[in-house]
């Protein structure tokens, strides 16, 4: 009853005459040449341009949009223009042709002159290079290599009239990947990280918003999410995309690679608000719920020895009454929770026991430790000793019952993110707790510069946390982050870890 129909009033006559009559939404009608009247209408679920010959009553759509409605249109001497989709169109009276109309505006504000502008001032993502001796940064939408300490920056992509984002730098070192609008629309592509050659587009036909994508540790898939919910991922040398998932509720915001390349896992936004974790098998195209409904999840990442996945989870309950309302309030739910992928991997949060004659293995372990803990630390001048290649990964996963061998960490309850477990059982994770929040003003909480994180690392073999460094900015959040990933194996690191001491060895 609230759909409104095209009407004529007769001023001779005083008779009214109904035109349209349909259940559909007729509106904006305009009186054209030759006795037609011209009105848009949603019929077909979209406002489109319709017109109704008034001598013969027949009706016709002129437009068929799918995407957005038309607005606003007008009548001129010989055509009908309208906004669609943020763009103006020209519907031509007598070929029947909807054009849009090319408009381009030219200011003389000081915003739309040319001049240098100091790029380091617009920083906008900072990657660091596998072996830490680059950095790849993106700055007011060109793609930059900078070096670590010799040598000069390199502008890789030089195109002003293009925005890049999101560059990762591969694991072998050798590309990059990063999304580019060259085309006018979203696209991924990959170039040589020494900006020799012309980057490659490896996909094509976006229809939506891309957001940033991540490589496969065999530097052979790219994985990343969109606007439209999906997770899919790329094989660079065929170009071929596969879908991992599209999800009803949400966007698809954290996401991670196994260390084979053989697995991926996902956080999936849920109806009842509790994000799910789920593991995905690129050999069977499978999918598995690691958590359940009951408690949201997130983070899920694999550890660098593919033994386990790593998450975090609200599963803390523990209210408190708020200081103005006579309510329940829960803060501080989250802690870092380990899942054993395969059924034979041992509980090593198991508890300990000390047992009758195993005192002298025990003496042992600790009198090695002891004997590596006295070991001098290199010079920076000395020549680094050749490291052993790696062995490969193979990452074990029985999906059966794998919801029943989630594992809390045994730390304080807060909000955790940024979570990497690396092969010597050191858990880093950044922290964040109801009491960071002392002394910010209400109004600036949520501002990037007040928000307060502690970067922490967990022994699992002392079971004992250890609080590194503090974060102040969402900058220096991302960059220490990075920071970690490449310097995980360096001695200040290590000993900290191995020792299960509570000290600070990182520089301030």
Same mark, same amino acid.
């Given at each position: 009853?609230?759909?409104?129909?095209?009407?004529?009033?007769?001023?001779?006559?005083?008779a009214?005459?109904?035109?349209?009559?349909?259940?559909?939404?007729d509106i904006?009608?305009i009186?054209?040449?030759?006795?037609?009247?011209?009105?848009?209408?949603?019929?077909?679920?979209?406002?489109?341009?319709?017109?109704?010959?008034?001598?013969?009553?027949?009706?016709?759509?002129?437009?068929?949009?799918?995407?957005?409605?038309?607005?606003?249109?007008?009548?001129?001497?010989?055509?009908?223009?309208?906004?669609?989709?943020?763009?103006?169109?020209?519907?031509?009276?007598?070929?029947?042709?909807a054009t849009?109309?090319?408009?381009?505006?030219?200011?003389?504000?000081?915003?739309?002159?040319?001049?240098?502008?100091?790029?380091?001032k617009?920083?906008?993502?900072?990657?660091?290079?596998?072996?830490?001796?680059?950095?790849?940064?993106?700055?007011?939408?060109?793609?930059?290599?900078?070096?670590?300490?010799?040598?000069?920056?390199?502008?890789?992509?030089?195109?002003?009239g293009?925005?890049?984002?999101?560059?990762?730098?591969?694991?072998?070192?050798?590309?990059?990947?990063?999304?580019?609008?060259?085309?006018?629309?979203?696209?991924?592509?990959?170039?040589?990280?020494?900006g020799?050659?012309?980057?490659?587009?490896?996909?094509?036909?976006?229809?939506?918003?891309?957001?940033?994508p991540?490589?496969?540790?065999?530097?052979?898939?790219?994985?990343?999410?969109?606007?439209?919910?999906?997770?899919?991922?790329?094989?660079?040398?065929?170009?071929?995309?596969?879908?991992?998932?599209?999800?009803?509720?949400?966007e698809i915001?954290?996401?991670?690679?196994?260390?084979?390349?053989?697995?991926?896992?996902?956080?999936?936004?849920?109806?009842?608000?509790?994000?799910?974790?789920?593991?995905?098998?690129?050999?069977?195209?499978?999918?598995?719920a690691?958590?359940?409904?009951?408690?949201?999840?997130?983070?899920?990442?694999?550890?660098?020895?593919?033994?386990?996945?790593?998450?975090?989870?609200?599963?803390?309950?523990?209210?408190?009454?708020?200081?103005?309302?006579?309510?329940?309030?829960?803060?501080?739910?989250?802690?870092?929770?380990?899942?054993?992928?395969?059924?034979?991997?041992?509980?090593?949060?198991?508890?300990?026991?000390?047992?009758?004659?195993?005192?002298?293995?025990?003496?042992?372990?600790?009198?090695?430790?002891?004997?590596?803990?006295?070991?001098?630390?290199?010079?920076?001048?000395?020549?680094?000793?050749?490291e052993?290649?790696?062995?490969?990964v193979?990452?074990?996963?029985?999906?059966?019952?794998?919801?029943?061998?989630?594992?809390?960490?045994?730390?304080?309850?807060?909000?955790?993110?940024? $979570?990497?477990?690396?092969?010597?059982?050191?858990?880093?994770?950044?922290?964040?707790?109801?009491?960071?929040?002392?002394?910010?003003?209400?109004?600036?909480?949520?501002?990037?510069?007040?928000?307060?994180?502690?970067?922490? $690392?967990?022994?699992?073999?002392?079971?004992?946390?250890s609080?590194?460094?503090?974060?102040t900015?969402?900058?220096?959040m991302?960059s220490?982050?990075?920071?970690?990933?490449?310097?995980?194996?360096?001695?200040?690191?290590?000993?900290?870890?191995?020792?299960?001491?509570?000290?600070?060895?990182?520089?301030?």
């Open positions: 009853g609230m759909a409104d129909d095209i009407w004529i009033y007769d001023f001779n006559t005083g009214t005459e109904n035109v349209t009559n349909n259940p559909a939404q904006c009608p009186w054209g040449p030759d006795n037609k009247i011209y009105f848009i209408s949603d019929r077909d679920n979209r406002m489109n341009l319709f017109v109704v010959d008034l001598a013969s009553k027949e009706t016709k759509q002129l437009t068929h949009f799918t995407d957005f409605d038309i607005k606003f249109p007008s009548l001129g001497k010989d055509s009908i223009v309208f906004e669609q989709a943020g763009y103006i169109w020209r519907y031509d009276l007598a070929t029947g042709q849009p109309v090319p408009i381009e505006i030219k200011e003389d504000f000081d915003s739309g002159r040319g001049g240098l502008v100091d790029a380091a617009h920083l906008e993502s900072v990657n660091l290079a596998p072996d830490g001796e680059r950095t790849i940064v993106i700055a007011r939408g060109d793609l930059f290599s900078v070096p670590a300490k010799n040598g000069t920056p390199r502008n890789l992509s030089k195109t002003s293009a925005h890049e984002r999101d560059a990762v730098w591969s694991p072998d070192g050798k590309w990059i990947a990063y999304n580019s609008d060259a085309t006018g629309e979203n696209e991924l592509y990959v170039r040589s990280q020494d020799k050659g012309e980057p490659q587009q490896i996909t094509n036909g976006a229809d939506t918003y891309y957001y940033a991540k490589w496969s540790p065999d530097s052979k898939k790219l994985l990343w999410s969109d606007r439209l919910q999906r997770l899919r991922y790329v094989d660079v040398a065929s170009k071929a995309v596969t879908q991992v998932d599209q999800d009803k509720y949400g915001e954290s996401y991670n690679w196994a260390p084979d390349s053989q697995w991926v896992t996902w956080v999936r936004p849920e109806e009842n608000g509790m994000p799910r974790v789920y593991l995905y098998s690129v050999a069977n195209k499978q999918q598995t690691v958590t359940d409904s009951w408690y949201g999840s997130g983070e899920a990442v694999f550890s660098d020895d593919g033994k386990y996945l790593l998450l975090s989870s609200a599963r803390d309950f523990k209210p408190t009454f708020g200081d103005e309302e006579f309510a329940n309030v829960y803060r501080d739910m989250e802690r870092v929770y380990l899942v054993t992928l395969a059924k034979d991997t041992a509980n090593p949060l198991a508890p300990k026991s000390d047992e009758v004659g195993k005192a002298e293995e025990k003496r042992k372990k600790e009198k090695a430790k002891e004997a590596e803990e006295k070991k001098p630390e290199a010079s920076p001048s000395a020549t680094k000793p050749e052993k290649p790696k062995k490969p193979t990452v074990k996963v029985d999906t059966d019952g794998i919801q029943n061998r989630i594992l809390g960490l045994e730390i304080t309850p807060g909000n955790y993110r940024k $979570i990497r477990m690396l092969d010597e059982g050191r858990i880093f994770y950044l922290r964040r707790t109801a009491a960071d929040e002392v002394g910010e003003e209400d109004e600036g909480l949520f501002a990037e510069k007040d928000k307060k994180s502690h970067l922490c $690392i967990y022994n699992v073999e002392c079971r004992k946390t609080s590194k460094l503090r974060i900015s969402t900058r220096s991302v220490t982050c990075s920071w970690i990933g490449v310097l995980s194996g360096a001695k200040s690191i290590s000993s900290a870890g191995d020792k299960c001491v509570t000290s600070s060895s990182l520089p301030r």
